[in-house]
């Protein structure tokens, strides 16, 4: 997105929200249709939230517990995250990954 676009639309925004208008009243107003409203409303939130975490939004996962009575593999666990892959070798570091989980599934 280049910055006159970025700019423009963050402006349109801003007005929209001080206007007090409904977003069709003020698209209707504006002479802008209410997709492309939402569509830059969509990429410039987007982009502010990119820029205060230094990266793209973070993806979350959901992730389920393995009840204790399931046994576990003798083999490592292997976790890939995004660009990340890190291995578990043994069930004395289970602390360890649910740190990480936990720190994975914590909104930047």
Same mark, same amino acid.
């Given at each position: 997105? =280049?910055? %006159? &676009?970025? #700019?423009?639309?963050? =402006?349109?925004?801003?007005?929209? %929200?001080?206007?007090?208008? !409904?977003?069709? &009243?003020?698209?209707? #107003?504006?002479?802008?249709? #209410? &997709?492309?409203?939402?569509?830059?409303? %969509?990429? @410039?939130?987007?982009? $502010?939230? $990119?820029? $205060? !975490?230094?990266?793209?939004?973070?993806? *979350?996962? $959901?992730? +389920?517990?393995?009840?204790? !009575? @399931?046994?576990?593999?003798?083999?490592p666990l292997e976790v890939f995250w995004q660009d990340l892959? *890190?291995?578990?070798?043994?069930? &004395? +570091?289970? !602390?360890?990954?649910?740190? @990480?989980?936990?720190?994975?599934?914590?909104?930047?």
């Amino acid at each position: 997105m =280049n910055q %006159k &676009d970025l #700019k423009l639309w963050q =402006n349109r925004l801003t007005a929209r %929200k001080s206007s007090g208008l !409904s977003i069709v &009243d003020w698209c209707a #107003k504006n002479n802008i249709s #209410k &997709d492309s409203y939402y569509y830059w409303r %969509k990429r @410039v939130l987007a982009y $502010e939230r $990119e820029g $205060e !975490s230094g990266g793209p939004a973070p993806i *979350f996962a $959901e992730l +389920h517990p393995i009840p204790a !009575s @399931v046994s576990t593999p003798a083999e490592p666990l292997e976790v890939f995250w995004q660009d990340l892959r *890190f291995t578990i070798a043994s069930t &004395d +570091h289970a !602390s360890l990954a649910a740190a @990480v989980i936990r720190q994975l599934r914590e909104p930047c």
